[in-house]
């Protein structure tokens, strides 16, 4: 406005200056103009409009930035600027061309921050508010998603209980869910994924924990809502569970529903229901309807499960020339294995080795090989499962089956088979047949011949022909040298010849082979322990013990250790732990009876002999025990049934005959005792004891046949007497007269140990059973014994232990003393031939369950406690019996 001139009042020309002009409306010059230029490139093209109203424009109420914004008044009342001239040409024009917003005084002593952060730390987030009905409903949504995961992973780590609990409190979670979507009115925004999620998981849970009703209940809850895409394949699930329950033609119906409602696009899932359908009617006998669903597959897609049902069931129905056909199918069937040569690195790169290494041996390669032993599995019982039917003889269709697999992918199969043929041989008892087809692999590759040659040492050395077995137990090693089988072949063949610790040395180098062989775990044990290393053939037994869990083989041989060591308690465990494998060992009894009995514990010991005589009636060792048991709780009677069994077992040994007189006796029945007494002298006419008490009964019950026997008993003492002269001491010449030599000595005065009787140790040990049977039989008196002994002061039967009390030699005894005996005592004194009990009172009140016994003379009055009164008197030869 300087720049501006006005007229003033004293001026004398009033127009003067008219054609003077303001530069700031040339337009011509407004290109050269640089304030101008400037002013539109920078904000004339961003300007907000301008409104009627003034000053209250789009730019918020503030000045106008002009050259006459705020410096002076207008010059008019609608702001419009005065004519004038322009000074020095310095002001801008007056124009309200400027950037828009911006101000020289706002940027006047500002900093530049464009993010704003000079304005100090964001305010907090609002907290949400979870009492909103929308926050609960994602709240409860997200666990029931969460219920659904610890579901599968409790299914998946085995805890099924736990993934039904789960899955259960899933579901009223969901249900819960459903009534509050509801409640608030969105019941249209229902997420029918998690609804489908909740009753799966609850019906695949359900049919894990085998409650099958409650699955399918489930199952028909997701089928019939028509809202779920894809539910009917869910009766596939439905099918399975009819399958398990063994209701095949439901099964088959749900499968058949599932099938169509499945499109053709899916054609791996209807391969796999159609295969769930043939073995439906495998299962139900229908081999005619299960045929066409297998032959179907195989013509679609095939795989070596199907063409092994397509085999079997042509085996079933006869069909040699499908057979035929099915087994080439088979044979053909591309597993998708790639070769092995891959896993070979081709070159010595590091980098091509390093990543061999790593695939060698991972989930894929362990999948390939899986599938390859599969396939190898059902080709090989397919074709030992029809050679014998698809020609005239088993042979011809092996060689069948032979040519046939030499022909495909499985070449190296053949040759297994071939062993396969001679195993077959072997079964049916063609041994000469199996060892010419095992020696034509002589001369084949190495692993086919250690194979045949391990099988030709074990026949050979089942046949005891070790020096063949020795032959081609080496002959399998040199050909593979790491073959377990025949490491332990040549180890056995070198333990029959008592060589142990060279067996020892094979049979650890099969384990260092094959950590996992049992055989040459429990070889090595057995070594051990023929070597005495009782230790070590502990341990090899415990390892084995861990692998094989219920073998009862181990658990005897760790019992017979513990035994050997002199251990019973853990011997008896390991026992107790057998019977719960095989309950009806006779033999595993009898052993736990006879630990009991070593013991002390005869309640024991007796309820495990009788569980053992039960199983095995016929075992000598456990009659004898029983027997001698019975006689000792005084219950003779029971003893009679063992002993008569014995004597049928063994009716040449005249110890169980004498046993069952001597038992008869004892309970009483003195005419069945002389009339077995009879028996066992018509048998054994020089046996002294029998005649010594037929002598002794004779005169007791006043028979006339006392002399005869008397005599008959001279003679044959007279006839040993000669006997023992011609022999000399300490040497006896057969076991009968062992036992007669035994039995005159009237028992042994220091406890023999009876050793287990066998047949075969009848001359080595008959001295012992006489000996035996003479200390009960004796007819020598001696004091009582004390009735408790401690087993550590003896060890021997319990049928020496009741004979203690009667194995006594006392030939002194007065004529006064066996008369008061005779009048005292139901049986007579000192040298009278059948007295073996201790001074018992007898029992009047016996009644003799063979029935009556023949009237004896009254001689044998009860045993009073005043007959120390008749210590000192002779009695006359009138008291005696007639």
């Known amino acids: 406005m300087e720049n501006v001139h006005l007229a003033a009042e004293d001026e004398d020309d009033l127009y003067s200056g008219y054609n003077d002009y303001n530069p700031t409306f040339d337009s011509e010059e407004l290109d050269n103009d640089v304030g101008f230029q400037q002013a539109v490139r920078t904000s004339h093209g961003r300007r907000p409009p301008m409104t009627a109203k003034f000053p209250g424009t789009a730019l918020g109420g503030r000045p106008i930035g002009t050259s006459f914004g705020s410096r002076m008044p207008m010059g008019s009342s609608m702001g419009r600027p005065t004519t004038g001239a322009v000074q020095d040409g310095a002001a801008r024009p007056m124009t309200a061309v400027r950037a828009a917003g911006y101000s020289s005084s706002l940027a006047r002593g500002s900093t530049f ?12 987030l609002e907290a949400k508010n979870e009492d909103t009905p929308e926050e609960k409903i994602k709240i409860l949504e997200k666990k029931v998603n969460d219920l659904i995961e610890e579901s599968c992973l409790a299914q998946g780590n085995g805890d099924l209980q736990l993934a039904l609990e789960k899955a259960k409190e899933a579901g009223r979670k969901e249900r819960a869910l459903v009534r509050q979507r509801e409640q608030t009115g969105t019941a249209d925004h229902i997420t029918l994924d998690l609804t489908y999620s909740v009753l799966f998981n609850l019906a695949n849970q359900y049919a894990n924990n085998d409650m099958n009703t409650e699955a399918l209940n489930t199952y028909q809850v997701i089928v019939k809502n028509k809202m779920f895409n894809n539910a009917g394949r869910l009766k596939v699930n439905m099918g399975n569970i009819y399958f398990k329950q063994k209701n095949y033609p439901k099964a088959i119906k749900f499968y058949r529903m599932a099938l169509d409602q499945i499109s ?27 045929i066409t669903s297998f032959d179907h597959i195989m013509s679609e897609s095939p795989n070596i499960k199907t063409g092994f049902n397509l085999i079997l069931c042509y085996y079933a129905i006869g069909d040699r020339e499908r057979m035929k056909k099915s087994f080439q199918k088979l044979i053909c069937v591309l597993l998708g294995i790639d070769e092995e040569d891959k896993y070979i690195s081709p070159n010595d790169d590091p980098h091509t080795n390093l990543l061999i290494e790593a695939i060698k041996n991972d989930q894929l390669h362990q999948m390939e090989r899986e599938r390859k032993a599969l396939a190898e599995k059902y080709i090989m019982t397919s074709a030992k499962l029809i050679a014998p039917a698809i020609e005239s003889t088993f042979a011809a269709g092996f060689d069948w089956c032979v040519d046939m697999v030499k022909s495909s992918q499985y ?44 099988n030709l040492s074990f026949l050979y050395f089942l046949e005891k022909d070790y020096d063949q077995a020795d032959r081609y137990a080496d002959l399998a090693m040199n050909a593979d040298r790491y073959n377990p089988a025949a490491l332990i072949n040549k180890g056995n063949t070198v333990f029959v010849k008592e060589d142990y610790e060279k067996a020892a040395e094979f049979y650890k180098e099969a384990l260092r082979n094959d950590s996992s062989c049992t ?10 322990k023929r070597l005495g290393r009782l230790e070590e053939a502990l341990d090899c037994f415990l390892k084995l013990h861990a692998i094989l869990r219920n073998s009862a083989q181990v658990m005897y041989q ?78 003779c009677e029971k003893a009679i049934q063992y002993f008569e069994r014995a004597t049928l077992i063994q009716p040449n040994n005249v110890v169980w005959q004498l046993m069952v007189a001597s038992c008869y006796r004892r309970s009483g029945n003195y005419q069945k005792a002389l009339e077995t007494y009879k028996d066992i002298h018509r048998k054994f006419p020089e046996n002294v004891e029998c005649l010594r008490f037929l002598v002794r009964l004779c005169t007791d019950m006043g028979l006339k046949e006392v002399q005869d026997y008397a005599t008959k008993l001279k003679k044959v003492e007279k006839m040993k007497e000669i006997r023992e002269q011609r022999v000399k001491s300490g040497r006896e010449s057969s076991a009968r007269g062992r036992r007669e030599g035994s039995a005159s000595s009237g028992g042994s005065p220091n406890p023999i140990h009876m050793p287990p009787y066998k047949p075969s140790d009848v001359n080595i040990r008959a001295d012992y059973s006489v000996g035996m049977l003479g200390s009960i039989l004796s007819p020598i008196q001696t004091p009582p014994k004390k009735p408790n002994v401690s087993h550590s002061e003896t060890n021997h039967s319990p049928a020496l232990e009741r004979a203690r009390d009667s194995g006594q030699s006392s030939h002194g005894t007065s004529a006064k003393g066996e008369r008061l005996s005779v009048k005292l005592r139901s049986l007579p004194g000192s040298n009278e031939p059948y007295e073996a009990s201790s001074q018992r009172d007898l029992d009047a009140s016996y009644v003799d369950p063979l029935g009556p016994q023949m009237e004896r003379p009254k001689t044998a009055a009860k045993k009073r406690t005043e007959e120390d009164e008749f210590a000192d008197e002779e009695l006359g030869d ?5």
């Open 411 to 454: 070449v190296e199969l053949a040759n297994d088979l071939e062993i396969n043929k001679a195993i077959t041989y072997l079964r049916q008892k063609e041994f000469n047949q199996a060892v010419e087809t095992l020696k034509t692999f002589e001369k084949k590759d190495s692993r086919v011949k250690s194979a045949a040659a391990t």
């Open 113 to 124: 921050d464009p993010l704003g952060q000079s304005r100090g730390p964001a305010p907090p």
């Open 519 to 528: 055989e040459a775990l429990y070889n090595l044990g057995l070594t051990y």
């Open 558 to 635: 760790l019992a017979n250790l513990y035994e050997m060591l002199e251990d019973p308690h853990q011997a008896i465990e390991w026992l107790m732990q057998l019977i719960t494998v095989t309950p009806t060992d006779p033999h595993v009894l009898a052993k736990l009876g006879e630990l009991y009995d070593n013991e002390g514990d005869k309640s024991q010991a007796f309820q495990y002999y009788y569980e053992s005589f039960r199983y095995f009636p016929s075992n000598i060792e456990v009659i004898e025990w029983l027997g001698a048991y019975y006689i000792d709780t005084q219950f």
């Open 264 to 290: 053709n696009a899916h054609t791996e899932m209807r391969i796999k229901i159609m295969q769930n359908i043939g073995v439906s009617f495998i299962r139900m006998g229908q081999y005619s309807d299960a």
């Open 878 to 882: 009138d008291l005696l019996p007639e």
